[in-house]
Protein backbone atom coordinates (compact mmCIF):
# COMPACT_ATOMS: atom_id res chain seq x y z
CA UNK A 1 0.00 0.00 0.00
CA UNK A 2 1.09 3.57 -1.32
CA UNK A 3 1.71 6.00 1.57
CA UNK A 4 2.72 9.54 0.65
CA UNK A 5 3.45 12.30 4.32
CA UNK A 6 4.39 15.60 3.56
CA UNK A 7 5.74 18.11 6.42
CA UNK A 8 7.93 21.30 6.17
CA UNK A 9 5.45 23.56 5.35
CA UNK A 10 4.81 27.13 7.36
CA UNK A 11 4.91 30.91 6.75
CA UNK A 12 7.85 32.84 5.55
CA UNK A 13 8.26 36.40 4.35
CA UNK A 14 8.69 36.97 0.23
CA UNK A 15 12.37 36.27 -0.37
CA UNK A 16 12.53 33.65 1.70
CA UNK A 17 13.18 29.87 1.39
CA UNK A 18 11.45 26.39 2.78
CA UNK A 19 12.32 22.91 1.89
CA UNK A 20 9.31 20.15 1.73
CA UNK A 21 9.39 16.80 2.39
CA UNK A 22 7.63 13.64 1.57
CA UNK A 23 8.16 10.94 3.52
CA UNK A 24 6.78 7.61 0.97
CA UNK A 25 6.57 3.99 1.74
CA UNK A 26 4.75 1.47 -0.54
CA UNK A 27 6.74 2.63 -3.78
CA UNK A 28 9.82 1.32 -5.49
CA UNK A 29 10.83 4.69 -7.43
CA UNK A 30 11.75 2.55 -10.59
CA UNK A 31 8.16 2.30 -11.01
CA UNK A 32 6.51 5.70 -10.21
CA UNK A 33 6.45 9.17 -11.57
CA UNK A 34 6.53 11.79 -8.36
CA UNK A 35 5.19 15.09 -8.05
CA UNK A 36 4.35 17.91 -5.90
CA UNK A 37 1.13 19.84 -6.94
CA UNK A 38 -0.66 22.60 -4.98
CA UNK A 39 -3.47 24.39 -4.72
CA UNK A 40 -4.52 28.14 -3.50
CA UNK A 41 -7.95 28.83 -2.03
CA UNK A 42 -10.60 29.52 -5.12
CA UNK A 43 -8.12 28.19 -7.61
CA UNK A 44 -7.40 25.10 -9.60
CA UNK A 45 -4.66 22.27 -8.39
CA UNK A 46 -1.16 22.85 -10.30
CA UNK A 47 1.27 20.51 -10.72
CA UNK A 48 4.34 22.30 -10.01
CA UNK A 49 7.12 19.59 -10.59
CA UNK A 50 7.20 16.08 -11.24
CA UNK A 51 10.57 13.66 -11.27
CA UNK A 52 10.33 10.60 -13.34
CA UNK A 53 11.95 7.50 -12.64
CA UNK A 54 15.07 8.04 -14.63
CA UNK A 55 15.61 11.43 -13.06
CA UNK A 56 14.70 13.78 -14.94
CA UNK A 57 12.64 16.81 -14.06
CA UNK A 58 10.09 19.40 -14.94
CA UNK A 59 8.67 22.68 -13.59
CA UNK A 60 6.06 24.45 -13.83
CA UNK A 61 7.01 28.02 -16.21
CA UNK A 62 6.27 30.05 -12.70
CA UNK A 63 8.65 28.32 -10.24
CA UNK A 64 11.62 28.13 -12.92
CA UNK A 65 14.96 28.57 -11.45
CA UNK A 66 13.16 28.93 -7.72
CA UNK A 67 12.52 25.57 -7.05
CA UNK A 68 14.23 22.08 -7.25
CA UNK A 69 12.63 18.60 -6.50
CA UNK A 70 14.36 15.99 -5.67
CA UNK A 71 14.72 12.58 -3.97
CA UNK A 72 16.64 9.86 -1.57
CA UNK A 73 15.87 7.30 -2.40
CA UNK A 74 17.63 5.63 0.92
CA UNK A 75 15.60 7.70 3.19
CA UNK A 76 12.59 7.19 0.31
CA UNK A 77 11.57 10.85 0.71
CA UNK A 78 10.93 13.02 -1.97
CA UNK A 79 12.10 17.07 -1.54
CA UNK A 80 11.03 20.40 -2.63
CA UNK A 81 13.72 23.10 -2.23
CA UNK A 82 11.56 26.39 -2.47
CA UNK A 83 13.47 29.63 -2.94
CA UNK A 84 13.14 33.51 -3.59
CA UNK A 85 8.93 32.79 -2.28
CA UNK A 86 6.68 35.35 -3.68
CA UNK A 87 3.08 35.59 -2.32
CA UNK A 88 1.83 33.70 -5.27
CA UNK A 89 3.06 30.61 -3.43
CA UNK A 90 1.11 30.26 -1.12
CA UNK A 91 -1.16 27.43 -1.12
CA UNK A 92 -1.35 23.98 -0.09
CA UNK A 93 1.21 21.56 -1.28
CA UNK A 94 0.53 18.03 -2.03
CA UNK A 95 3.34 15.38 -3.31
CA UNK A 96 1.48 12.50 -5.63
CA UNK A 97 2.75 9.17 -7.10
CA UNK A 98 1.81 7.69 -10.07
CA UNK A 99 2.84 4.33 -11.96
CA UNK A 100 4.87 5.24 -15.28
CA UNK A 101 6.45 7.99 -16.70
CA UNK A 102 5.13 11.48 -15.80
CA UNK A 103 3.78 12.33 -19.18
CA UNK A 104 1.25 9.88 -19.20
CA UNK A 105 0.55 8.84 -15.42
CA UNK A 106 -3.01 9.26 -13.91
CA UNK A 107 -1.49 10.37 -10.07
CA UNK A 108 -3.23 7.44 -8.17
CA UNK A 109 -1.83 8.38 -4.78
CA UNK A 110 -1.53 11.53 -2.31
CA UNK A 111 -0.80 12.95 1.08
CA UNK A 112 -2.37 14.59 3.32
CA UNK A 113 -1.08 18.12 2.10
CA UNK A 114 1.46 21.31 4.20
CA UNK A 115 0.37 24.52 3.73
CA UNK A 116 2.96 27.19 2.95
CA UNK A 117 2.02 31.24 3.46
CA UNK A 118 4.16 33.50 2.05
CA UNK A 119 3.97 37.29 3.48
CA UNK A 120 5.06 40.16 1.78
Known amino acids: QVSLVESGGGSVQAGGSLRLSCATSGTTYSDYCLAWFRQAPGKEREKVATVDSDGSTKYTDSVKGRFTISQDNAKNTLYLQMTVLKPEDTAMYYC??????????????WGQGTQVTVSS
Open 96 to 109: AAGLGYCVVTKFAY
